[in-house]
């Protein structure tokens, strides 16, 4: 087997700036310890999300010459319609700025007080906007995804008899959808199975309940079945995506992420009545149905980078660079979710700083000191995320806690890695001078974008 190299070459570069650790302490205090809030010139290598921060290839700049402006009946638009009618078959494609607008205007619609909105896992946006109606955003994931040691090929799986039994308990009429998160990004990036999404799919039919996919790592959720599941081994991806999509009756998509564009978003759906409603809501927020909220020349964008994604030399190579930094930590001894997923490495934290408890936020003590010991940014996903108060005002944690290093698309080379591998190994190896962290500021909802943090002694 030879070494998978990167599939592209660099014509264009954007330099990084180094900074020094007495620089970097002062710099995360003044940020409130909370790395959302830190200057981006700041950091060296930044893994705070694989969203919208890929790097865009010449294809995709020539196609931001040639945007089609206009207002109504743009031809980009055109082009976007049938690259994500090629790849997803729904017969209505509704373009957004990005993942959560698709998601507002969605559950603006179909949620409510009273209603329930099933998921392997909801990311936090879409979690925040099913709440924001009033609705119940209910998480299903399957027992092994649940511990980050265990290896199993399909983490993201749904937990298809507790679905069922949920659906039975709320009434199916309360449930207007049930949702799958490809790959599933707060359980670690793990794919899900196609025979999980046929499944989920049987017990939606057997209710009548649509079924959408939150498809923003559709791609690499494609590849993974390619190489983990019986019989797709010598199917395209393109194809293997086709039949994902194929049991869905619709999708949100935030293009930032498997559409390697720096902004965008789409929503799609087989339902007429349902497309009226949202084309209509869409106009009252985003913007006329043929630009949503993007210019032409992003609508041109998408499109190319849509064709660009099921590209197997591609998706071999991102899976593998994935792979390759999750493997040289657990080599180091450092705790991530195994195996590593697709977007992003998942550090455990809960084994990482076993002494450090849930309300003491050992995820940000992580984030902070990989911050401080080597100028990278990461991102908490545990209970400063997630997390939420009791009646009594004691915080609820979710069950995992994680720091997630997402690898940017396209972005950083083998070396920029091996140094992320230097600076986490180092950081583990002085785990015993880490300390917790205490709120001093939050906002009602999301509130680890905004968030003040103290370090305590
Ligand atoms: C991310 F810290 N993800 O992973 P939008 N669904 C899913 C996503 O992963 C997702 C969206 C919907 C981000 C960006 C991000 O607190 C955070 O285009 C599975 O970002 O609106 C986004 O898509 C929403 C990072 C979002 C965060 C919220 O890094």
Redesign the pocket.
Known sequence: MKTIIEPFRIKSVEPIRFTTREERLKLIEIAGYNP?LLHADDVLIDL?????TSAMSSKQWAGIMDGDESYAGSKSFYRFEDAVKKITGFSYIIPT???????KILFSIIGGPGKYIPNNT?????RANVEFTGAVAEDFLTETGKHPEIRADFKGNMDVPALEKFIIEKGKENIPACMI??????GGGQPVSMQNIREVKDVCVKYGIPLFL?A??FAENAYFIKKREKGYQDKPVLEIAQEMFSYADGA?M????DALVN???FLAMNDEQLAVNCRNLLIVTEGFPTYGGLAGRDLEAVAQGLEEIVDEHYLQYRIRSTEYLGEKLSAAGVPIIEPPGG??IYIDAKRFLPDIPPDKYPGQSIACALYIEGGIRS?E?GSV?FGKYDSKGKLISPPMELV?L?IPRRVYTQSHIDYVLEIVTEVYRNRSSLKGYRIVYEAPV?R??TARFEMME
């Open positions: 959302f705070l999300t694989d969203s919208g700025h990005q993942g959560r607008a698709s998601e909801h990311f936090d946006t879409t998160t490809i790959t599933n990004n707060s939150d923003c790592r949100t935030s293009a930032k992420k902004i965008g978003g977007h992003a991102v996903i995320m997630r997402a999301l680890h974008f």
